[in-house]
Nanobody, 119 residues
């Protein structure tokens, strides 16, 4: 059974940084690309970033491009989201999802990790 556990969120001042982690189990992590999403209060969930199964290719949503970096460690079945130059509008619950090349995203949404950017 797919299990994804996000961690690393917290309260940070504008301009600060956080690193989120997403630990995967129940899948052959090496063949899955990974997506990051976020959901701000009162808003729809939105896609944030993607990393392919090898870690060589990444894509980012325009609001985070140039500030966020995602990478992965396939030896640890973990994907990371380094968030820099954080803004109040980055406040949201952040989630990760695993995407199989043939069947798409798998598993249920996890509980996510809360990121709050505030002074």
């Amino acid at each position: 059974q797919v299990q994804l556990v996000e961690s690393g969120g917290g309260l940070v001042q504008p301009g600060g940084s956080l690193r989120l982690s997403c630990a995967a189990s129940g899948i052959d992590f090496r063949i899955y690309s990974m997506n990051w999403y976020r959901q701000a209060p009162g808003k729809q969930r939105e896609w944030v970033a993607r990393i392919d199964n090898t870690g060589r290719r990444t894509d980012y949503a325009d609001p985070v491009k140039g500030r966020f970096i995602t990478r992965r460690d396939n030896t640890k079945n973990t994907v990371y989201l380094q968030m820099n130059s954080l803004r109040p509008e980055d406040t949201a619950v952040y989630y990760c999802r695993a995407r199989h090349p043939a069947v798409g995203e798998v598993g249920s949404w996890g509980q996510g990790t809360q990121v709050t950017v505030s002074s």
